[in-house]
Nanobody
Framework: QVRLVESGGGLVQAGGSLRLSCAAS????????MGWYRQAPGKQRELVAA???????NYADSVKGRFTIFRDNAKNTVYLQMNSLKPEDTAVYYC???????????WGQGTQVTVSS
């Protein structure tokens, strides 16, 4: 079994920063792309940022220039550095990873990020 465990969420004032972490554990042959999604109340889950094993990144337009995704392949961990946070960034953030030769998708349980105005 594979587990993705997120940490680092919390309450922060607008303009502040948070760093999310997601560590994968279990029967891992290799981890392909990893990423972060978020879901705000009443809205669909959306991609925030993604990173390939080789380090290529992709960001939602709404977070470009404010958020940075990076990973440590030796630790099977992906991070999301969030700066200049806005109230509209408030959501549950979910870690996502494609694992193994079949690229099986796994999700974390989510971590709440709340940005107060």
């Amino acid at each position: 079994q594979v587990r993705l465990v997120e940490s680092g969420g919390g309450l922060v004032q607008a303009g502040g920063s948070l760093r999310l972490s997601c560590a994968a554990s279990g029967s891992i042959f290799s981890i392909n792309a990893m990423g972060w999604y978020r879901q705000a109340p009443g809205k669909q889950r959306e991609l925030v940022a993604a990173i390939t094993r080789g380090g290529s990144t992709n960001y939602a337009d709404s977070v470009k220039g404010r958020f940075t995704i990076f990973r440590d392949n030796a630790k099977n961990t992906v991070y999301l550095q969030m700066n200049s946070l806005k109230p509209e960034d408030t959501a549950v953030y979910y870690c996502h990873a494609g694992i193994g030769p079949r690229d099986v998708v796994y999700w974390g349980q989510g971590t709440q990020v709340t940005v107060s105005s």
